[in-house]
């Protein structure tokens, strides 16, 4: 296990080095986007045939962008599904592609579903200073894929899927 703080400067050529001196089959990256990439490219310099994992917070269309041939094969949580035929998030993806001229990462769909709770909770309460509590009462709250779950002290719970990087772009995990 290597920790960096990113703020820092981190070496990613020196956590790469640790991270593959205990010859590991994979290498998972808790990290942002950039910082993943980075430890991606200099592992697979490394050890080309070390396999590669990523946190949600990496998978966003920057990590391809920003990784290349590195992140060919990276195994990646989402707390989105890209390919969900529902009607609701594929209206939801429309309604991005027009206005952003861009694909939603989970960024975009976090926050949706977050503005959302927070507009239903002050319509619930019409009170600034209640809105946690109404927040909170609402429970289990329906999102762009499906229900959010708010425990009572406001920590979420929700489907989790796995993609990997495959061609230069994100696909369901097999």
């Known amino acids: 296990m290597e920790r960096f703080k990113s703020t820092e400067d981190p070496d990613h050529a020196a ?3 640790r991270l593959v001196n ?3 089959q994979m290498v998972l990256t808790v990290a942002s986007t ?3 990439a980075l430890i991606a490219q200099r592992v697979k310099t490394l050890k080309p045939g070390v396999r590669m994992a990523g946190s949600a917070w990496a998978s966003t269309e920057r990590l391809i962008e920003l990784g290349g041939a590195a992140v060919e ?4 949580e989402q707390y989105f599904d890209r390919f969900d035929p529902a009607p609701r998030f594929q209206a939801f993806l429309q309604a991005y592609r027009k206005r952003f001229k861009a694909e939603p990462g989970f960024g975009a ?3 949706h579903d977050a503005a959302s709770m927070v507009i239903a909770g002050l319509q619930k309460t019409g009170q600034a200073a209640e809105l946690k509590s109404a ?3 609402l429970g289990k709250w329906e999102g762009v894929q499906g229900p959010v779950v708010l425990d009572p002290m406001g ?10 990087v495959k ?3 994100f696909a369901n995990a097999e």
């Open 22 to 24: 205990g010859d590991p």
């Open 167 to 169: 061609n230069g772009a």
């Open 135 to 137: 927040i909170l009462g």
């Open 109 to 111: 769909v976090l926050a």
């Open 73 to 76: 094969g990276m195994l990646v």
């Open 155 to 164: 920590d979420v719970s929700r489907v989790v899927h796995f993609g990997v």
């Open 34 to 36: 950039a910082d993943c």
């Open 15 to 17: 956590i790469a080095k």
